[in-house]
């Protein structure tokens, strides 16, 4: 394994913070944490770093359990020992959006239930026994996703979140859990503000060698659905209450879902055609799962299910699905049909350079800050003109900025746009992505019906409107 680890690094930032405050008042210099970690080695700090931090208080108390059975000894950290910490330590507004439960969260929980109900008639949760108080019930999600690990192998992520968070920053001060009142909006919000560590709890993680083989990973996905519903069926007593979480889904990307829930495949190239298998097996699907009888994934199988649609537990995570997703591969290709438009050079590592400087420009002027710096075929995702490109950026959050960037060319090239169709369809879509996305990114939890699509469509319009005149 490479020194330069995590641990490693804080060790070694720890080491340069005291010398460069050596002979100094800074408080750095009698820190027992910071002294503690500069005497270690980089070569063994992930065993030597974590006994200062829980020596300090500085760690959950919160133990590793491992599994037993097919994951014998496979490490999480239980929900239920989450919630019973939070609890205990009046640590409940990580999953009400800053509130409490005597303080507004009982009812904005009660609240929750119904309008869900209203949606979502078929959840099972709803023919539970009516003594269930469901203004002691936390609406959560699982979640997984895949990281890039050692030797860009897949390191898969197991957590879970609340369904109920402190909004985003564009609806928002930037400051959630404050222990002080904020200027918030009344409704219920998202749960997109905040350090991920302090919004979406983990449960275990996994390298490529324990998830490729999928039935360690159904595995997993079982085991993660058992403790779930442990936090439903147990629960953990709170002012005399029991306190409960609901699962109310799956989020992931796509693929991961597919993965899940062991869906049949479709093609998804048929752009040929208005009706393509998948489309023509949605109507089918509503009803019918599309998953073979008797293997249900365990994490649905442990929890309560949409009876009328079984497959609406596996939820489509957008915000991901689009910065990460195909958004990136629409940016992609956008950029390359732009090479030869917007982008002088003779060949393509001459546009590539002309791309380069303009994107420099462009973030040196708006003042933005990317993880993307430079453009290349690999970035592109387009080693050559047979390759449809598709987005490699690592940092999903760049894909926005990215949009906005193809939109100023777009306006800068304005004079182009009359005599090139493609260019004027490049404008309109991302004009209407991002007035769509924009109004997701400011929304309240709860959407009334037709709102995002009268956003997409709006900013269409005001494309084509301008075109017109």
């Not at 507004?104 to 078929?122: A, C, I, K, S, T």
């Not at 609340?162 to 930037?174: D, L």
């Not at 083989?213 to 147990?234: I, N, P, R, V």
């Not at 009359?418 to 709860?446: E, F, H, N, P, S």
């Amino acid at each position: 394994m490479p020194a330069e680890v995590p641990c490693a690094r804080v060790v070694s930032f720890a080491k340069k913070t005291l010398e460069d405050a050596a002979g100094s008042s800074s408080a750095v210099v009698s820190c027992p944490v910071v002294k503690g970690l500069s005497k270690l080695s980089t070569k063994d700090a992930e065993e030597r770093l974590h006994p200062i931090l829980v020596q300090n208080g500085l760690s959950l108390p919160i133990e590793l359990t491992p599994l037993s059975g097919d994951l014998d000894g496979f490490p999480r950290l239980k929900p239920l020992n989450f919630l019973q910490y939070m609890a205990s330590e009046g640590k409940l507004n990580r999953l009400l959006g800053g509130r409490q439960i005597n303080t507004g969260g009982r009812d904005m929980l009660e609240e929750f239930w119904q309008r869900y109900e209203v949606v979502h008639p078929d959840f099972s949760f709803f023919l539970e026994d009516n003594k269930v108080d469901k203004g002691m019930c936390i609406p959560v999600f699982a979640h997984a996703d895949g990281g890039r690990g050692y030797k860009k192998s897949e390191f898969m992520v197991f957590n879970w979140s609340s369904a109920i968070g402190s909004g985003t920053g564009k609806a928002n001060r930037k400051d959630n859990f404050s222990s002080r009142p904020l200027k918030r909006r009344k409704g219920m919000q998202v749960n997109l503000l905040g350090h991920t560590f302090g919004t979406h709890f983990m449960w275990g993680a996994a390298p490529a060698m324990w998830h490729k083989d999928d039935s360690h990973f159904q595995s997993m996905m079982t085991a993660l659905g058992e403790d779930l519903k442990e936090c439903f069926d147990t629960g953990v007593l709170y002012q005399g209450q029991r306190l409960r979480l609901v699962c109310i889904g799956l989020k992931a990307d796509l693929k991961l879902q597919a993965r899940a829930a062991g869906s049949i495949d479709f093609p998804f190239e048929e752009v040929h055609t208005e009706s393509p298998a998948w489309f023509k097996a949605m109507g089918q699907f509503a009803a019918t799962p599309p998953w073979k009888d008797g293997e249900v994934n365990g994490i649905l199988a442990n929890s309560f299910s949409y009876m009328a649609q079984p497959a609406k537990f596996y939820l489509a995570d957008l915000f991901h699905v689009y910065l990460a997703g195909f958004g990136q591969d629409h940016a992609a290709s956008c950029l390359v049909y732009m090479l030869g438009v917007t982008f002088d050079g003779s060949s393509v590592d001459t546009q590539l350079e002309s791309l380069n400087a303009a994107w420099k420009l462009w973030r040196k002027f708006n003042k933005v800050s990317t993880h993307t710096y430079t453009w290349t075929r690999n970035m592109l995702g387009f080693p050559n003109a047979t390759t449809f490109p598709s987005g490699t950026w690592s940092k999903a959050s760049d894909t926005a900025k990215i949009m906005e960037f193809i939109l100023y060319m777009c306006d800068v090239y304005s004079d182009k746009i009359a005599g090139d169709r493609i260019l004027y369809y490049i404008q309109v879509a991302g004009t209407a992505l991002g007035t769509c996305m924009k109004g997701l990114y400011d929304a309240d939890l709860w959407i009334e019906p037709g709102r995002v699509l009268q956003r997409y469509l709006a900013g269409a319009a005001d494309v084509w409107a301008r075109e017109a005149h």
